[in-house]
């Protein structure tokens, strides 16, 4: 089983919600569609699920062409980031309704019916309506109902999104099992680099209606291939530094320098820019030939065990990550530290030039 | 501390005191605002179980002479009560028909983008905005013309024309407030429109379908005009009979009163029915 998006494009309006996309999902895969707000995960997932038909392009499941099909042949499951059920059904219904309409007998339906409310630990509300029940519970509910049916597709839109912090992670450690044993394809969209990265598999990092990247998560997240990727797969954003290379010598900042290292010595000189995480961040020269920037603090977030740093340097917002607590001065200057191994050099167009060693090590 | 123990203590008083003293104010314009919007209907039941002879005598303010002879020449005679039944019939009809109608349309406003539909959604309701009397005489030579003239289906047609838009409007406010996504989950997992329509999305809307049921009655059981325009005998409405009740022998008040009071009754019914969702309904189901 295999979904193949062939030149797929939506434009609504004369507005383009989705850049002509290319794709191809295997069989048994976890695939996260990686993206900000208005990015078009929807808008693509939708266009998979047959909802909405593709402006240009097509769309083949199994090496056969279900562009413009009926939602209804499709077999495709689908679960909303709002908790969808049918309220006016109870939760046994709600998830043997699918079911229903394929016309299995009764015991196949119990049988199964209980089978994904065991999984989804819902067995004990299975008389309950679905608005009787917690925020959680109603989305596992629709989660069993969209893995009852085997549906060879399912679709998963930022499902954990309106849920609370605990139940979120409650049910994010489950997701990856569920998905283990449906065998199908799944495709989950998020806003979060942190919960594509913990659900593995692939990634598609997606920016303003188009497919940035597409790989195995770590890979992209370890080598993205251009600026926009790496500021989507990241979280807190990747901090940019424009940097000019004049032989052995990158110089940044206002007229600081720093020993050019392996990584950039085969590129021609010029201006690049140079990416990295707020996690590299130092407060110390951790190495000899640390780039040292000269930076103003503006505001600090201490998360409990961590430091988030806002800095401002030379007009471009920069976040660090500092491990433990520390109380710095609020306005004043903080000098900041980077190994230049932490570093990954884009083109100026944004095109990975080289990415950095670290990275490529692991 | 006492002084301000003594204090505190008064001041509790005095707050109480001109709580009760609120309280009585609101029982009492409560009390008149009830006796205002109950006299007419005192009156009429008052009427209905006098006798003619003290109906036009002295005023009294409960039957002396206490009759149910009214109740009895209205429940046997068919010329009266198969007014209620012709009512019944082509209300029942209108409701039926309005609900017909404006279901899949109000389905159609809410889910939909299509060219005008908003120009369209706003003419439907300024059908609202011309008099009954305004489509009397079309109608009374449109239906003689067929053969509908004196049918129910005659009035339970020319109603749908004020009944369908109101039912459109108030259906769509109802439709809004459910999800697009559980129509299109619904489709995911299989369902055709028409079973989707019917075992998911009717039961959700299942309180506006009663709102509108309602206001579909309330517009078609009060309406006189066009009814009586419409009808000759057979299918006369209860409304047009209880206007025609000066016989040789002079008006029967008493006959009319009760008549009246039958009138009120399935309509009390209805507003039983529906009433947690009467004021929703009121705003075309946009609360």
Same mark, same amino acid.
Request: aromatic share 10%.
């Given at each position: 089983?295999?979904?193949?998006?062939e030149?797929?494009?939506?434009?609504?309006?004369?507005?383009?919600?989705?850049?002509p996309?290319?794709?191809?999902?295997?069989?048994?895969?976890?695939?996260?569609?990686?993206?900000?707000?208005?990015?078009?995960?929807t808008?693509?997932?939708?266009?998979?699920?047959?909802?909405?038909?593709?402006?240009?392009?097509?769309?083949?499941?199994?090496?056969?062409?279900?562009?413009?099909?009926?939602?209804? @042949?499709?077999?495709?499951?689908?679960?909303?980031?709002?908790?969808?059920n049918?309220?006016?059904?109870?939760?046994?219904?709600?998830?043997?309704?699918?079911?229903?309409?394929m016309?299995?007998?009764?015991?196949?339906?119990?049988?199964?019916?209980?089978?994904?409310? @065991?999984?989804?630990?819902?067995?004990?509300?299975?008389?309950r309506?679905?608005?009787?029940?917690?925020?959680?519970?109603?989305?596992?509910?629709?989660?069993?109902?969209?893995?009852?049916?085997?549906?060879?597709?399912?679709?998963?839109?930022?499902?954990?999104?309106?849920?609370?912090?605990?139940?979120r992670?409650?049910?994010r450690?489950?997701?990856?099992?569920i998905?283990?044993?449906?065998?199908?394809?799944?495709?989950?969209? $998020? +806003?979060?680099?942190?919960?594509?990265?913990?659900l593995?598999?692939?990634?598609?990092?997606?920016?303003?209606?188009?497919?940035?990247?597409f790989?195995?998560?770590?890979?992209v997240?370890?080598?993205?291939?251009?600026? $926009?990727?790496?500021?989507?797969?990241s979280?807190?954003?990747?901090?940019?530094?424009?940097?000019?290379?004049?032989?052995?010598?990158?110089?940044?900042g206002d007229?600081q320098?720093?020993?050019?290292?392996?990584?950039m010595a085969?590129?021609?000189d010029?201006?690049?820019?140079a990416?990295f995480?707020p996690n590299?961040?130092a407060?110390?020269?951790?190495?000899?030939?640390?780039?040292?920037?000269? +930076?103003?603090?503006?505001?600090?977030?201490?998360?409990?065990s961590?430091?988030?740093?806002?800095l401002d340097?030379?007009?471009?917002?920069?976040?660090?990550?500092?491990?433990?607590?520390?109380?710095?001065?609020?306005?004043?200057?903080?000098?900041?530290?980077l @190994? +230049?191994?932490?570093?990954?050099?884009?083109?100026?167009?944004?095109?990975?030039?080289?990415?950095?060693?670290?990275?490529?090590?692991a | 501390?006492t002084?301000?123990g003594?204090?505190n203590?008064?001041?509790?008083?005095r707050?109480?005191?001109?709580a009760?003293v609120?309280?009585?104010k609101k029982?009492?314009?409560?009390?008149?605002?009830?006796?205002?919007l109950?006299?007419?209907?005192?009156?009429?039941?008052n009427?209905s179980?006098?006798?003619?002879?003290?109906?036009?005598?002295?005023?009294?303010?409960?039957?002396?002479?206490?009759?149910?002879?009214?109740?009895?020449?209205?429940?046997?005679?068919?010329s009266?009560?198969?007014?209620?039944?012709?009512s019944?019939?082509?209300? $029942?009809?209108?409701m039926?028909?309005?609900?017909?109608?404006?279901?899949?349309?109000?389905?159609?406003?809410?889910?939909?983008?299509?060219?005008?539909?908003?120009?369209?959604?706003?003419?439907?309701?300024?059908?609202?905005?011309?008099?009954?009397?305004?489509?009397?005489?079309?109608?009374?030579q449109?239906?003689s013309?067929?053969?509908?003239?004196?049918?129910?289906?005659?009035?339970?047609?020319?109603?749908?024309?004020?009944?369908?838009?109101?039912?459109v409007?108030i259906?769509?406010?109802?439709?809004?407030?459910?999800?697009?996504?559980i129509?299109?989950?619904?489709?995911?997992?299989?369902?055709?429109?028409?079973r989707f329509?019917?075992?998911?999305?009717?039961?959700?809307?299942?309180?506006?379908?009663?709102? $509108?049921?309602?206001?579909?009655?309330?517009?078609?059981?009060?309406?006189?005009?066009l009814?009586?325009t419409?009808?000759?005998?057979?299918?006369?409405?209860?409304?047009?009979?209880?206007?025609?009740?000066?016989?040789?022998?002079?008006?029967?008040w008493?006959?009319?009163?009760?008549?009246?009071?039958?009138?009120?009754?399935?309509?009390?019914?209805?507003?039983?029915f529906?009433?947690n969702?009467i004021?929703?309904?009121f705003a075309?189901?946009?609360?």
């Open positions: 089983m295999t979904l193949v998006l030149g797929v494009s939506k434009v609504v309006a004369g507005q383009t919600h989705i850049h996309t290319d794709l191809t999902l295997q069989n048994g895969t976890m695939n996260v569609l990686l993206g900000p707000t208005l990015s078009g995960k808008s693509l997932m939708r266009l998979m699920a047959g909802l909405d038909v593709p402006s240009s392009g097509r769309i083949i499941w199994n090496g056969k062409d279900v562009t413009g099909q009926r939602v209804q @042949d499709r077999k495709v499951a689908m679960v909303y980031q709002q908790f969808i049918y309220p006016s059904m109870t939760v046994f219904e709600n998830i043997a309704s699918p079911l229903r309409l016309r299995m007998s009764a015991a196949e339906i119990k049988t199964a019916v209980h089978e994904a409310a @065991d999984l989804m630990q819902l067995a004990p509300f299975l008389d309506k679905p608005l009787e029940l917690s925020g959680g519970q109603q989305q596992r509910c629709a989660l069993a109902r969209a893995l009852v049916k085997k549906a060879g597709l399912v679709l998963l839109d930022e499902p954990l999104a309106n849920l609370d912090y605990k139940l992670e409650e049910l450690v489950e997701i990856p099992k998905f283990e044993e449906s065998g199908a394809i799944f495709v989950y969209a $998020t +806003t979060e680099p942190e919960e594509a990265l913990l593995g598999g692939n990634t598609a990092t997606m920016w303003q209606g188009q497919i940035t990247q790989g195995l998560t770590p890979s997240y370890r080598l993205p291939n251009n600026a $926009t990727t790496a500021r989507v797969f979280d807190p954003p990747m901090n940019f530094l424009r940097v000019t290379k004049a032989g052995s010598v990158l110089a940044f007229g320098t720093a020993p050019v290292t392996s990584h085969a590129m021609p010029g201006v690049y820019l990416g995480r590299h961040v407060l110390s020269p951790n190495v000899p030939g640390a780039m040292e920037f000269n +930076t103003t603090l503006s505001v600090t977030e201490i998360t409990g961590e430091t988030f740093i806002h340097h030379n007009g471009e917002p920069w976040v660090g990550l500092i491990h433990g607590v520390h109380h710095l001065k609020i306005g004043q200057g903080l000098k900041v530290y @190994d +230049t191994d932490h570093a990954y050099i884009f083109a100026e167009d944004g095109q990975m030039v080289a990415p950095a060693p670290y990275a490529k090590a | 501390m002084v301000a003594t204090n203590a008064s001041t509790v008083v707050r109480r005191r001109r009760v609120i309280d009585k029982a009492l314009v409560m009390g008149l605002y009830l006796i205002f109950m006299l007419p209907i005192y009156w009429l039941l009427m179980l006098k006798s003619n002879a003290e109906i036009v005598g002295d005023l009294t303010l409960l039957p002396q002479d206490f009759t149910l002879e009214n109740y009895t020449t209205i429940l046997t005679d068919p009266w009560y198969m007014g209620y039944v012709n019944i019939i082509y209300v $029942t009809i209108n039926m028909i309005s609900l017909a109608v404006a279901l899949p349309a109000a389905y159609a406003f809410s889910r939909y983008n299509f060219m005008g539909d908003k120009h369209l959604f706003f003419w439907l309701l300024t059908n609202r905005m011309a008099p009954p009397a305004v489509f009397a005489l079309p109608f009374f449109l239906y013309s067929v053969g509908l003239f004196d049918t129910h289906l005659a009035v339970a047609l020319a109603h749908t024309l004020f009944n369908v838009p109101l039912a409007w259906l769509e406010g109802f439709m809004r407030g459910v999800p697009k996504e129509d299109e989950t619904a489709y995911l997992d299989g369902y055709s429109f028409s329509f019917t075992r998911i999305f009717m039961p959700l809307i299942a309180p506006g379908i009663g709102v $509108t049921a309602f206001f579909c009655f309330m517009f078609s059981w009060v309406e006189l005009l009814s009586r419409l009808t000759g005998s057979d299918a006369r409405p209860i409304a047009a009979i209880m206007t025609r009740t000066s016989g040789a022998a002079g008006v029967d008493g006959v009319l009163a009760a008549a009246g009071m039958l009138t009120i009754v399935p309509g009390a019914l209805v507003i039983y529906v009433r969702y004021a929703k309904g075309l189901g946009r609360v």
